[in-house]
C-alpha cells in the first residue's frame, strides 16, 4: 500500500499532516507531522526503504523467502519480537563459546559418531538405523558446523517428525537420546561445547508396562496356528517363542553377515532337546544353548513335521491372521518370550538358569516379572499346553465361543466403517 498524505484538522483547530501507512503489526500506523514538507520526506524516506527491501528480498532464493516468512509467522504467533531473538541468538553463541572449539561440519560429526558406536560394539543396523535419524534431521544443514546448531532447530524438528509419525513418549525419549549422543561424540572431540539437548525439555519415560499372556490366550494363539495349513506355517517361530525363550529377531531376521547362515532347523536339535544362537544371530553378548523343555520339543517335532520354514515366510502376516481369528487386540512386543522366561522360573526354581537359556539381557526383565507372583501352578500349566492338549480343546464348546465372539467383533467393526464414495 502507498501511503496516503492528507491534511487534518486537530481538536482545537490546529492543522497537522497526517500520512497514513495503513495497519503495520496489527495497529494502523498514521503519524502527524507540522508540514507538508516533512510529511513528503516521510513518504520518500518510506519509498527509499520499500525499494532497498524489495531489491534484497528479489535476490534471495525462493527457499530462503519461504523460510524467512515461515520463521516471522510463527515468531508473529508466538509475539515474539526480533529483538528478544537476537539477544537469545547472542547469549547461545557465548553459551557455546565458538572460538574454543574446532569448527566441524555436521555430516562429519555424524560420520565420527558411526565410527565410534561400531568400534564399541554395537551392530551394524542399530548404527544404520540411527545414522538414518541423524541424517535426516541434517538435510540443509550437512555443511553447517555442529556447534552453531541451535536447540530450537532440534526441538522443532523432533516435534514435527513426532507429529507425523505419530511417535510414543518412548519413541520421543529414545530419539532424543540418539541426538543426545551424537552431541556428546562432539563434545569430546572438541566441536562443541554444550549438549544441546540438555536445553529441550526433558521427555520422562513412561513406566514399564508389566504383562504376559494368560494361559488361556496363550491357548487360543496356539489353537489359532493350528486352524489350517497356512496358520500351521508359523507353529515354529510361535512354539520357539512361547516355549523355547527365543527373540522373535533371532529366529526370523538374516544376520548381517551376508556370509552367515541364517537361523534354521540345523540348529535345532531335537533329539537332545537343544537350540544354538549363533553368534552371527545372537544379540550382542547373548550367544547360548536353549535347553529345549518336552512341550517345545513336542511342538517343534509338530512344525517339523508340517514343514515350516526356518526363517519363517509370511510370519507378520498369518500371525496377524491368528489375532484376527481368535480376536486378540493386544500382542505384546516380545510377548511369547516373556511368558516364557516368567514360567521357567516355576521350572529351574533358579533365575540365574533361566538366564542361561533366555540370555543376559533377561536380567532386567527377570526383576520386573518376578514382581508378577505369577502362582507356581499356573506356570506349570502353561507347560501343559502340547499339541495334545490344543487339539483337544479346539473340539470343545470354548474353543467355539472363542470363533463366534471374534467373528462377530469382526462384523461389528466392518459395519462400522464409513462408506466410500
Not at 550437512?142 to 513418549?169: D, G, T, Y
Not at 479346539?394 to 462377530?408: F, I, S
Amino acid at each position: 500500500m502507498q501511503p496516503i498524505k492528507r491534511k487534518v484538522v486537530r481538536p482545537g483547530g490546529a492543522e497537522k499532516w497526517e500520512v497514513d501507512f495503513g495497519i503495520v503489526n496489527g495497529h494502523r500506523k498514521r503519524p502527524l507531522v507540522d508540514t507538508e514538507k516533512e510529511a513528503d520526506a516521510l513518504v520518500d524516506k518510506f519509498n527509499k526503504d520499500l525499494k532497498k527491501a524489495g531489491e534484497f528480498w528479489a535476490h534471495m532464493d525462493e527457499s530462503d523467502r519461504l523460510t524467512v516468512t515461515g520463521i516471522l509467522l510463527q515468531m508473529a504467533e508466538t509475539k515474539t519480537s526480533l529483538g528478544t531473538v537476537w539477544e537469545e541468538w547472542k547469549k547461545f553463541k557465548r553459551e557455546t563459546n565458538s572460538t574454543a572449539v574446532t569448527p566441524t561440519a555436521y555430516e562429519d560429526a555424524v560420520d565420527e559418531f558411526k565410527k565410534r558406536k561400531l568400534s564399541a560394539g554395537k551392530s551394524q543396523r542399530y548404527v544404520d538405523e540411527t545414522a538414518q535419524l541423524l541424517v535426516k534431521f541434517g538435510q540443509g544443514r550437512e555443511r553447517q558446523n555442529i556447534h552453531e546448531i541451535a536447540p530450537a532447530a532440534l526441538e522443532n524438528w523432533l516435534a514435527e517428525k513426532a507429529k507425523e509419525r505419530e511417535w510414543s513418549v518412548s519413541s520421543k525419549k529414545t530419539n532424543q537420546s540418539l541426538f543426545s549422543s551424537l552431541w556428546d561424540v562432539a563434545i569430546d572431540k572438541g566441536w562443541a561445547s554444550l549438549n544441546i539437548c540438555d536445553r529441550l525439555e526433558q521427555i520422562k519415560r513412561p513406566g514399564q508396562r508389566v504383562e504376559i499372556y494368560p494361559n488361556e490366550t496363550v491357548m487360543n494363539i496356539m489353537a489359532g496356528a493350528m486352524e489350517n495349513d497356512l496358520t500351521k506355517a508359523v507353529l515354529a517361530p510361535l512354539s520357539l517363542g512361547l516355549f523355547g525363550c527365543m527373540r522373535p529377531e533371532e529366529v526370523s531376521e538374516p544376520p548381517e553377515d551376508p556370509k552367515a547362515k541364517p537361523f534354521g532347523w540345523h540348529d535345532i536339535d531335537l533329539k537332545h532337546g537343544l537350540t544354538t544362537v549363533r553368534p552371527e544371530i545372537a544379540k550382542v553378548g547373548d550367544q547360548r544353548t536353549v535347553r529345549l523343555q518336552p512341550t517345545a520339543v513336542k511342538w517343534l517335532e509338530l512344525a517339523k513335521a508340517c514343514k515350516n520354514a526356518l526363517p519363517p515366510v509370511n510370519e507378520r502376516r498369518l500371525v496377524d491372521a491368528i489375532c484376527e481369528l481368535i480376536g486378540l487386540d493386544n500382542w505384546i512386543r516380545d510377548g511369547l518370550r516373556k511368558n516364557c522366561a516368567t514360567h521357567l522360573r516355576a521350572v529351574y526354581k533358579n533365575d540365574y538358569e533361566v538366564i542361561k537359556d533366555c540370555g543376559n539381557s533377561i536380567r532386567i526383565l527377570l526383576k520386573h516379572y518376578a514382581a508378577l507372583h505369577t502362582p507356581e501352578s499356573v506356570s506349570m500349566e502353561h507347560w501343559e499346553i502340547t499339541p495334545k492338549a490344543v487339539e483337544a480343546y479346539r473340539k470343545t464348546a470354548a474353543w467355539k465361543k472363542v470363533l463366534r465372539d471374534a467373528a462377530e467383533k469382526r462384523a461389528n467393526a466392518s459395519s462400522e466403517e464409513p462408506v466410500k464414495p
